[in-house]
């Protein structure tokens, strides 16, 4: 019998913060007792560091290269599977809550029901261009507004829209309980938080009130102190139109915590919804990217640091034992590890899969290949690609000098060995690894026509007439609750769950 699957994904949450299941500081509970029963991988990677190249590469099990999904306005192509398409055609009912940030009129890529709208547009607005290096697009680029204007609230834009994903998601697994579909379900569900503003309601930013990790560890470094690409970033970020107090800065990475704990709260309810109605459920949790905090003077993501690439991963599934995983693993292998679980094969696409199923990790087996990652979005001026593997990681970028970081040694990755001599045979690893995987010349030149191509479109489409590919939920308020074509005796039964008790 194939397992139900609920998803659970929330946006640029830290990776470093789930060490083995959340940092016991953090008021977690649902999350910890979800770690208690999970396979947990400590050193997970995005396929990307921003939202909508980083979750179609978690859909596909792709590369960016490979998705063309380049940066938050590249169009997800619909002849590309996702896990939602092979769960589908195996027989699954799939349905998605919330964010997938998906660019194009195709809303849907496999999911059979989308409960909500997207908090992001799915247009070409958002699209950069190398043309034009340096150039900030004011009215969507991020800044550093998020950090001065961290604090407490009771409603906002993005709590709005989780409460709503909660809330669709609760209904939906309720009515997923009745049976009146008999096929296994698939339902993810995807939160915006805890990505900035930094906001947060009072109760949870209370419950940090003490809290002893309001400082980075490594405090901001001067500007002409940073690599060439986080000099972009900060650019990017137009971080000399504000002034950042120490004060700014615990209050947001105290809001950032808040907002984890506003997840747990709505990660335990749904999770509670799936016991209480007695739906078993394979359980999975991951982040799409993650935050640098203030970390060396950088916030958000759209870097290779530990803070902004690493994300949590944890499993709890059948034939995957609970316990720590310590090997890198991707958000790559997300795709082929449930296709593992739902007994699903993927042979016909395996050359086109980055990713590995994860199953066999969990028991102790090697991944086989080491993590790879990709950036060409804001801030970046070309491609930039990234290797993990064992201890050590390793980052190229056509206009910019190597970087070879020892993680065991230097976790905060202070120290860039490229140019040390006693490291130039792993340096020498990684440069053909690198050699053998890209050829940055061509990734440069894709990312360049995809840009020009979609400035042209863009600018069209907005020209007279338009219309939106946002998704747009539709209700049939006709097939809800009580209506003259429905037997009320039938209706009030079927509607039950448990029956006759």
């Keep these: ?57 978690f859909m596909s099990g ?80 991020h800044n550093l507004g998020s950090v001065t204007g961290a604090g407490v609230a009771e409603i906002t834009n993005q709590l709005e829209y989780d409460d709503e994903v909660a809330d669709r998601a609760a209904a939906r697994l309720y009515d997923l309980s009745r049976g009146h579909d008999p096929r296994p379900w698939c339902l993810t569900v995807s939160f915006t938080h805890p990505h900035d503003p930094y906001v947060a309601r009072r109760k949870y930013w209370d419950l940090y009130e003490d809290c ?22 900060f650019d990017a970020n137009d971080w000399r139109n504000f002034e950042i107090s120490q004060e700014d800065i615990r209050r947001s990475r105290r809001a950032y915590f808040a907002n984890i704990s506003y997840l747990d709260d709505q990660i335990g309810r749904l ?45 709890s599934a059948p034939g995957m034992a609970p316990g720590l995983v310590e090997q890198p693993v991707s958000t790559l292998d997300v795709t082929p590890t449930l296709c593992d679980l739902a007994g699903i094969d993927l042979t016909e696409v395996a050359p086109w899969t980055d990713g590995v199923s994860l199953v066999p990790v969990a028991g102790g087996a090697a991944r086989g290949k080491p993590v790879a990652v990709e950036y060409a979005a804001e801030g970046s001026i070309t491609p930039l690609v990234c290797l993990r593997q064992g201890r050590w990681k390793y980052t190229r970028c056509k206009a910019d000098p190597e970087q070879l970081f020892d993680l065991a040694a230097d976790p905060q990755e202070r120290t860039n060995l490229a140019e040390v001599a006693e490291h130039q045979e792993t340096l020498s690893h990684f440069s053909g690894l690198a050699d053998s995987m890209w050829d ?16 042209v479109v863009y600018e069209a489409l907005r020209n007279g007439e338009y219309y939106p590919w946002d998704y747009q939920p539709l209700q049939k308020a006709s097939e809800r609750f009580m209506r003259n074509h429905m037997d009320l005796n039938v209706l009030e039964e079927s509607k039950r769950f448990p029956r006759g008790e």
Aim: glycine share 6%; hydrophobic share 35%; net charge negative.
């Design 1 to 57: 019998m194939q397992p139900n699957i609920l998803i659970i994904m929330v946006d640029q949450l830290n990776g470093t913060l789930f060490p083995d299941g959340p940092a016991d500081w953090l008021h977690a509970p649902n999350l910890r007792a979800l770690a208690a029963r999970s396979t947990r991988f400590a050193n997970t990677y995005t396929g990307s560091p921003l939202c909508a190249p980083g979750r179609a590469s």
């Design 62 to 141: 792709q590369l960016p290269h490979r998705t063309r999904v380049y940066d938050n306005a590249a169009e997800f192509s619909s002849d590309i599977p996702t896990f939602a398409h092979h769960l589908r055609r195996a027989g699954y009912l799939t349905c998605l809550s919330g964010k997938m940030h998906f660019v194009g009129p195709d809303q849907m890529h496999g999911f059979e029901e989308r409960l909500t709208t997207d908090i992001y547009p799915a247009d070409f607005g958002w699209t950069p261009d190398y043309r034009k290096p340096g150039e900030r697009i004011d009215w969507w680029y």
């Design 212 to 233: 002893a990790h309001l400082e980075p560890e490594v405090p901001t470094l001067p500007y002409e102190d940073h690599d060439p690409h986080s000099q972009r970033l």
């Design 271 to 315: 999770m509670r919804i799936v016991e209480e109605t007695r739906q078993e459920a394979i359980v999975l949790f991951v982040s799409d990217h993650g935050d640098m905090l203030g970390e060396r003077g950088l916030w958000f993501k759209m870097s290779f640091f530990e803070g902004s690439s690493r994300v949590p991963l944890m499993v």
């Design 440 to 455: 940055l010349e061509k990734f440069d030149a894709e990312v360049r026509e995809s840009q020009a191509r979609r400035w």
